[in-house]
């Protein structure tokens, strides 16, 4: 196995071939490279629940692979949410059912359409399990570290459903190009460019559309008062800004007129005007 250790005492170890051993079944197990230090070791023990799946889902993203809740088991008395008995597996653990076939009509056509799944279950032993302790510690009782695959490449961690969050400081910058007129997507390639790269960005494209979809339900039909809300605002910092609107029948916000110093002005020295502005009418 050849290693390549960084000078920096706190970076991760890059392990460029995974040790392989075998198993007496002769199936091949596959063991992530990591540092030492944020790999878990049986029988260590943690102060609480949250600090002992913490721990695991860092050395799971360190190692490229995603991890999810197993099976857990409640004490026969306690307080509730204090588990007994913590199971986290490898989101690729056991296998899914297979369905049934459906019955054929006797014109030949199925009673109903069944989709065409990916497989994402392959069986993979990974897993950790914590007990609780007397003193309402948790302690590592089993750690398999194997996997029945090789986990994801360091080129394609950014893919990972936990490495895909979008930041405080991302979200108000889509919310600023929305502003400019510029999507989702547009967004994200300005991110990447400011970033320097898709593997700096930390989310997927899908995610800043997302949150541009969500962004704009959540204003749904208050577009409009939020709309004369800025006027209002405007008028209190500015107290020569006019503007005045009109709502249809439905209460929905159908014409608007304004008119800051600059447009008052302009209008006392050469009166009645019109203005258009083409900037989004190129050559038409």
């Keep these: 196995m050849n290693l390549s250790q960084s000078s920096n005492a706190n970076s991760i170890t890059t392990v460029i071939t995974p040790s392989c051993p075998v198993i007496p079944s002769g199936i091949n197990e596959f063991i992530p ?8 070791k049986l029988h260590q023990v943690f102060q609480t629940l949250k600090e002992a799946e913490d721990f695991y889902e860092n050395y799971a993203k360190v190692c490229g692979f995603e991890p999810r809740l197993g099976t857990t088991k409640l004490p026969t008395r306690g307080a509730p949410g204090e588990y007994k008995l913590r199971n986290v597996l490898y989101n690729r653990a056991g296998f899914r059912e297979v369905p049934k076939e459906k019955n054929v009509t006797e014109e030949g056509s199925s009673t109903s359409q069944t989709r065409t799944r990916m497989i994402t279950r392959v069986g993979c032993p990974a897993r950790i399990q914590f007990t609780r302790q007397d003193n309402k510690t948790y302690k590592v009782n089993i750690f398999h570290e194997c996997h029945n695959h090789i986990t994801t490449s360091p080129d394609s961690m950014m893919f990972l459903k936990g490495n895909k969050n979008m930041t405080s400081v991302q979200k108000n910058f889509v919310a600023k190009a929305a ?12 991110w990447k460019e400011l970033s320097g790269g898709y593997n700096n960005v930390g989310a997927s494209e899908n995610d800043f559309k997302s949150f541009v979809r969500d962004m704009k339900k959540y204003i749904g039909d208050f577009d409009g008062q939020m709309f004369i809300e800025n006027f209002m605002r405007k008028k209190e910092m500015c107290k020569t800004f006019y503007f005045n609107f009109q709502v249809d029948d439905d209460n929905k916000l159908c014409r608007v007129f304004w008119a800051d110093t600059i447009n ?14 083409s900037t989004y009418r190129t050559n038409k």
Excluded: Q, W
Excluded at 264 to 277: A, E, H, R, W
């Design 264 to 277: 008052i002005k302009n209008y006392l020295l050469f009166g009645d005007m019109m203005s258009v502005d």
């Design 33 to 40: 490279p990591c540092n030492e230090e944020i790999k878990p």
């Design 179 to 190: 502003h400019l007129k510029l999507g989702g997507v547009k967004a994200f390639r300005g």
